[in-house]
């Protein structure tokens, strides 16, 4: 099993619907998670960084965060073309000697 | 733009061969990250440095190496390429010395081993 898992998608929504995406983990200790958009060919762009438990709204996009299930979510509202992208959770434990893990990505198309 | 910047933007090679990746961070930055993204692998961590000193290590082979000077900007050392070595390879720098702070990722180098 691996550590981050997250639907590969393609999710393919019409322009102005609500978007949901998800990661889920394995390991119970990562504390901090991230949402990155990438578009094709370029570098992976930090959007949301939480940490713990909750939510947290950043305009249009909110994230959540579910310790207990080990789930993670990214809820995207009033999409739009430009969010065309794949979008890759990650997340960390944050000690001295850790590393952050990413999940594959789920690609996105949101349709005019 | 991120501030972080990577050069070349595409390398073209043949096997066998040895490239130089060069990163430099965003200002005020201590660490940088190396990561390799193909198809089929995703985006899997390499090394990170900070300020000068080794950090982390993840997946990364013996034929690679890194280093970041004095002035902060690092370089990717891949040699003896192999065909499996095709991909893009980011930078990435944040601000703490943890691997979890939040991390600004350069536009990325492609590599291309023929």
């Known amino acids: 099993q691996k550590e981050v898992e997250q639907d590969p998608g393609p999710l393919s929504v019409p322009e102005g619907a609500i978007v949901s995406l998800n990661c889920t983990y394995s390991?119970?200790?990562?504390?901090?998670f991230m949402w990155y958009r990438q578009y094709s060919r370029k570098g992976p762009e930090l959007l949301m960084y939480?940490?713990?438990?909750g939510n947290k709204e950043d305009g249009r996009f909110t994230a959540q965060v579910d310790k207990s299930s080990k789930y993670i979510s990214l809820f995207i509202r009033d999409s739009q073309p430009s969010d065309s992208a794949t979008y890759l959770c990650?997340?960390?434990?944050?000690?001295?000697?850790?590393?952050?893990?990413f999940g594959p990505g789920t690609s996105l198309s949101v349709i005019p | 733009d991120s501030g972080v910047t990577q050069t070349p933007k595409h390398l073209i090679t043949a096997t066998g061969q040895r490239v130089t990746l060069r990163c430099s961070p965003r200002?005020?930055?201590?660490?940088v990250y190396w990561y390799q993204q193909s198809l089929d692998q995703g985006l899997q961590f390499l090394i990170q440095?900070?300020?000068?000193?080794?950090?982390a290590k993840g997946n990364i082979l013996e034929r690679f190496s890194a280093q970041q000077f004095p002035d902060l900007h690092s370089e990717l050392n891949l040699s003896s390429l192999e065909l499996g070595d095709s991909a893009l390879y980011f930078c990435?720098?944040?601000?703490?010395?943890?691997?979890?702070?939040?991390?600004?990722f350069g536009p990325g180098t492609r590599l291309t081993v023929l």
């Open positions: 990435a720098s944040s601000g703490g010395r943890l691997a979890g702070s939040e991390q600004f």
């Open positions: 390991n119970s200790a990562f504390q901090y």
């Open positions: 939480t940490y713990s438990s």
């Open positions: 990650a997340m960390s434990i944050k000690t001295s000697y850790d590393k952050v893990i």
């Open positions: 200002s005020g930055d201590l660490s």
């Open positions: 440095y900070y300020n000068g000193e080794e950090r």
